[in-house]
């Protein structure tokens, strides 16, 4: 069987250097102010505050500080990435966050089970609390928004009857708070269950075939189904994940304050979904991503710890994160206007790939 002949170059022509300015122009759009504007912030926020307090601010326990702070909120928010990823809203992580707080500091407290079970009976909850969300909005479809708020009142039902309205710490002790206050140098094992989380959803968000469906349930669902993506299952699945980690992080809560409140969990909310959506700002063009989302809540969580060093009104920091939010919102609905191709391409090339 013969075969065409591949073409060969021309003696004496040079070889062309259009890799070699593809590379340089793809490196400078990588570096570039609108790919990674969080790194440059940051930057700047340390400057800014390097000049501004710097006898508190430029020491190197504030880089432990802020990590350590900011390890639950960083759960948190990533359990926002695949849901908003998939185009669905969980309004719930903050009050699921509290209700699995208060569930194991209960459990610890009122019964003879060991650590290990009332982690696993936490877990349990959350996951309970990720199918109630599936059903509400995938099942009877409601509108993630208001499905996902309406659970959340519920949950903060649910919390107050736990705890009748009261701090549990009674039953706490060293053998479950160690899973949360060790330390590996300067740092607590949350910064490292933190970016464990980062590199799972990274990997299947963007290494695997169902991270391509993800994003294409969110960008464009009805032409992901037609090219044979179960959205509703993706949805489905998405937000069962997300309540998973949002439960993890009430866990991580208990053993790090070492008790559990009722009021605790919603008020990380909002700083969870200016993370997200500051996130898909960086890296990857509008979409929502791991290592984005790790990016916004170091620059968010530096941001925060100058402020408290700085001695700033105690509402500053809200300010802050609402400007954050409407602003991330703002730019990374602009990003996905602008980027190249439209929305229905994810689902036209997953129609072409096999998932794995």
């Given amino acids: 069987m013969s075969t065409a002949a591949e073409p060969q170059p021309k003696?004496?022509?040079?070889?062309?250097?259009?890799?070699?300015?593809?590379?340089?122009?793809?490196?400078?759009?990588?570096?570039?102010?609108?790919?990674?504007?969080?790194?440059?912030?940051?930057?700047?926020?340390?400057?800014?505050?390097?000049?501004?307090?710097?006898?508190?601010?430029?020491?190197?326990?504030?880089?432990?500080?802020?990590?350590?702070?900011?390890?639950?909120?960083?759960?948190?928010?990533?359990?926002?990435?695949?849901?908003?990823?998939?185009?669905?809203?969980?309004?719930?992580?903050?009050?699921?966050?509290?209700?699995?707080?208060?569930?194991?500091?209960?459990?610890?407290?009122?019964?003879?089970?060991?650590?290990?079970?009332?982690?696993?009976?936490?877990?349990?909850?959350?996951?309970?609390?990720?199918?109630?969300?599936?059903?509400?909005?995938?099942?009877?479809?409601?509108?993630?928004?208001?499905?996902?708020?309406?659970?959340?009142?519920?949950?903060?039902?649910?919390?107050?009857?736990?705890?009748?309205?009261?701090?549990?710490?009674?039953?706490?002790?060293?053998?479950?708070?160690?899973?949360?206050?060790?330390?590996?140098?300067?740092?607590?094992?949350?910064?490292?269950?933190?970016?464990?989380?980062?590199?799972?959803?990274w990997y299947f968000l963007e290494h695997r075939a169902i991270g391509r469906m993800t994003h294409a349930s969110g960008l464009a669902p009805e032409p992901a189904r037609l090219a044979g993506v179960r959205v509703d299952a993706i949805r489905f699945g998405s937000l069962v994940f997300s309540a998973f980690l949002a439960g993890i992080g009430g866990v991580l809560l208990t053993a790090t304050v070492g008790g559990g409140s009722p009021s605790v969990g919603p008020g990380y909310l909002i700083p969870a979904f200016a993370a997200a959506f500051l996130g898909a700002t960086q890296l990857k063009g509008g979409l929502f991503n791991a290592w984005g989302t790790v990016l916004a809540i170091i620059l968010l969580g530096t941001v925060y710890n100058g402020l408290t060093l700085a001695g700033v009104p105690v509402w500053t920091p809200f300010v802050v994160q609402g400007v954050v939010l409407i602003a991330a919102l703002a730019l990374a609905g602009f990003k996905r206007r602008s980027s190249g191709g439209d929305a229905e391409k994810p689902a036209d090339e997953l129609a072409e790939q096999p998932a794995t």
């Avoid at 400078?28 to 000049?51: K, R, T």
């Avoid at 900011?70 to 948190?76: R, Y």
């Avoid at 928010?77 to 849901?83: E, G, I, M, R, S």
């Avoid at 208001?146 to 009261?166: D, E, H, R």
Wanted: aromatic residues 8%; charged residues 5%.
């Fill in 11 to 201: 003696q004496g022509s040079t070889p062309s250097k259009a890799p070699t300015g593809l590379g340089r122009r793809s490196l400078i759009s990588a570096l570039g102010f609108q790919n990674i504007s969080s790194v440059y912030l940051l930057g700047l926020v340390i400057v800014v505050f390097g000049i501004w307090i710097p006898s508190h601010f430029l020491q190197t326990a504030t880089i432990a500080q802020v990590a350590n702070e900011n390890a639950i909120p960083g759960i948190v928010a990533l359990a926002l990435v695949v849901p908003l990823a998939a185009g669905v809203y969980d309004l719930s992580v903050g009050y699921a966050l509290g209700a699995v707080s208060v569930w194991v500091a209960w459990l610890l407290g009122n019964t003879s089970f060991s650590p290990t079970i009332c982690i696993a009976l936490g877990l349990a909850m959350a996951l309970a609390i990720g199918i109630c969300n599936g059903i509400i909005v995938v099942v009877m479809k409601v509108d993630s928004f208001i499905g996902t708020l309406a659970s959340g009142s519920l949950l903060t039902a649910l919390s107050l009857v736990i705890s009748g309205n009261t701090p549990l710490t009674e039953g706490i002790g060293e053998n479950f708070t160690a899973v949360a206050q060790t330390k590996i140098g300067q740092f607590t094992l949350p910064v490292f269950y933190t970016l464990v989380i980062a590199v799972v959803i």
